[in-house]
């Protein structure tokens, strides 16, 4: 029974270690179509939020800019996903939005190509974001446009924080200064 038990126990221990991926390990479009490794951010802290041009929460374009200009650079980083799951509110295509972003906002953080942040085509970034049985850490939905993900130097899941908070919050803007 021993001979039979012990394996099993160690491929229940070994395949719930695969499962949890890191941030890391995935491969995105920016927003001008080029594949961007999220390996390539390893060593810095990343604020990941889901976007839209015609939110109401859509300046807060500019405090993620505020704080990517003040914090930005070797140990933190930006990246924002345009998604189109809320009332229609990011209809344009890549091109489109990287021009709003610019134009309206000064956007210099990374932005990547639009994709589902919910439903059945979820991306699977988003996926791991959202499913503490692919990050180890939390279950949560995203509920509307500018929600924010923190995610560490190791790739790993710290929190979510809710589309209403600026981004210029003490939460946000502690967690990145330590």
Request: charged share 20%; proline share 4%.
């Given at each position: 029974?021993?001979?039979?038990?012990?394996?099993?126990?160690?491929?229940?221990?070994?395949?719930?270690?695969?499962?949890?991926?890191?941030?890391?390990?995935?491969?995105?479009?920016?927003?001008?179509?080029?594949?961007?490794?999220?390996?390539?951010?390893?060593?810095?802290?990343?604020?990941?939020?889901?976007?839209?041009?015609?939110?109401?929460?859509?300046?807060?374009?500019?405090?993620?800019?505020?704080?990517?200009?003040?914090?930005?650079?070797?140990?933190?980083?930006?990246?924002?996903?345009?998604?189109?799951?809320?009332?229609?509110?990011?209809p344009g295509s890549n091109t489109e939005i990287a021009t709003f972003c610019e134009k309206n906002y000064?956007?210099t953080f990374p932005m990547m190509s639009k994709i589902s942040v919910k439903g059945d085509d979820i991306?699977?970034?988003?996926?791991?974001?959202?499913?503490?049985?692919?990050?180890?850490?939390?279950?949560?939905?995203?509920?509307?446009?500018?929600?924010?993900?923190?995610?560490?130097?190791?790739?790993?899941?710290?929190?979510?924080?809710?589309?209403?908070?600026?981004?210029?919050?003490?939460?946000?803007?502690?967690?990145?200064?330590?």
């Open positions: 029974m021993k001979k039979i038990i012990l394996p099993l126990l160690f491929l229940v221990a070994t395949s719930n270690a695969f499962a949890q991926t890191s941030f890391h390990d995935f491969t995105v479009k920016d927003i001008e179509g080029n594949q961007f490794e999220l390996s390539s951010l390893e060593g810095k802290k990343v604020l990941v939020v889901n976007t839209a041009s015609k939110c109401g929460l859509t300046p807060q374009y500019e405090q993620l800019q505020e704080i990517y200009e003040t914090y930005g650079g070797d140990n933190f980083t930006i990246i924002g996903f345009p998604a189109n799951n809320f009332a229609n509110q990011e000064g956007v991306h699977p970034v988003y996926q791991w974001l959202t499913q503490k049985s692919k990050n180890g850490k939390m279950d949560s939905e995203v509920g509307w446009n500018f929600q924010k993900y923190l995610v560490d130097e190791n790739g790993q899941l710290v929190d979510m924080v809710e589309p209403k908070m600026k981004p210029t919050n003490e939460k946000i803007v502690n967690w990145v200064k330590n």
